[in-house]
């Protein structure tokens, strides 16, 4: 999907409250992190979003491009001029790099993470931000909880749910259940397309086959 489509879906969501252009309820001490934090409430249009978070985000976000405070400024200043609260009017009048901008500020506080996860390669560019607190999860928060640990309890599932009718446990279940999972006494070396895979030098099984097929035959 473009960008500047993206955004503007982003930013019209029904979980999100349009909120004004006046000073934040509270603010970090570092002038930088601040205007972060009023970015992030004025692209997200939440008041009262956590200083520890945007101030963790405010770390990575520089650690991942030494140019982001200025980014951010140019933004910021954008945003400023355009004295506007349509959400649409506003990513409309915004230029593609201050588009990368705001999506570079708003979707961690969605997915709870930055940069870009990977499943094919054992290191990626993506750093945890939250997760409880990501804002995914806000449009469903009546209906589902955040998914995390056991949402009854520990060993919840050791008990017959009320209403079903079960053939009786084992009474060793609950050892069964401390004793598990049993750490492996040896780890089997991967084979060598999976290797290649992991490393990030092949994309598909096959790519990696062709690749070793090519090198023996060197």
């Not at 955004?7 to 252009?21: D, G, H």
């Not at 506003?90 to 901008?101: G, N, W």
């Not at 570079?104 to 709870?112: A, D, E, H, K, R």
């Not at 009854?152 to 009718?165: L, S």
Request: aromatic fraction near 6%; include cysteine.
């Amino acid at each position: 999907m473009e960008r500047r489509r993206f955004l503007q879906l982003m930013m019209a969501t029904p979980v999100i409250v349009s909120i004004p252009l006046q000073p934040l309820l509270a603010a970090p001490a570092d002038a930088s992190q601040a205007l972060l934090l009023r970015a992030s409430e004025l692209l997200t249009g939440r008041r009262g979003l956590d200083i520890g978070i945007s101030e963790r985000l405010w770390t990575l976000l520089c650690e991942q491009d030494a140019g982001f405070p200025a980014q951010l400024a140019r933004l910021m200043t954008r945003l400023n001029a355009l004295h506007s609260e349509d959400r649409e009017q506003i990513v409309a009048q915004l230029d593609d790099a201050d588009v990368k901008t705001a999506l570079t500020i708003i979707s961690p506080w969605y997915l709870g993470y930055t940069g870009h996860p990977s499943t094919t390669k054992a290191v990626d560019d993506a750093h945890f931000v939250t997760f409880l607190s990501a804002l995914m999860y806000e449009p469903t928060r009546d209906h589902t909880i955040r998914p995390s640990y056991a949402r009854a309890g520990g060993d919840y599932w050791a008990e017959v749910p009320p209403g079903v009718t079960a053939p009786p446990m084992s009474t060793l279940i609950r050892e069964w259940g401390d004793q598990s999972p049993l750490a492996a006494k040896q780890i089997k070396q991967p084979d060598a397309p999976w290797l290649l895979m992991v490393q990030g030098k092949a994309k598909t099984l096959v790519e990696a086959e062709a690749m070793l097929a090519q090198h023996n035959t060197l």
